[in-house]
């Protein structure tokens, strides 16, 4: 009889566990998804940004880096959508404009 609560007790204990993790797994993806649409937009003031020249519009960008359909949304560092506002790893924690343009750009590998 012991046996057998053992072998039940284990059998809980492995239900309890797994069921623990994949709900842990499921949590632990749900901040990545929200945090990128609460991004704070990156200010033309911020220093990285001063420091890469990045504008929110690339075509009003003086750089003369700068070619003809370089923006943002076609920069391998960007990962967002192609419009609207969007995580640059560039700037790490704030959201950067799908139009806009740095002196870091490199477009996306094909």
């Not at 492995?14 to 945090?35: C, D, E, F, Q």
């Not at 076609?74 to 700037?91: D, E, K, R, V």
Request: proline share 6%.
């Amino acid at each position: 009889m012991s046996h057998e609560k053992d072998i039940e007790s284990r059998r809980r204990f492995l239900k309890a566990a797994a069921g623990t993790a994949v709900a842990a797994a499921m949590i632990g993806s749900l901040p990545r998804v929200s945090r990128a649409a609460d991004l704070p937009h990156l200010a033309d003031s911020d220093p990285t940004a001063k420091a890469l020249g990045y504008v929110e519009d690339a075509s009003k960008s003086t750089d003369a880096k700068r070619k003809a359909g370089d923006v943002c949304s076609n920069c391998q560092f960007y990962s967002g959508a192609p419009t609207g506002y969007g995580p640059c790893q560039l700037f790490p924690g704030k959201a950067v404009n799908a139009k806009g343009w740095c002196v870091s750009h490199a477009p996306k590998k094909a």
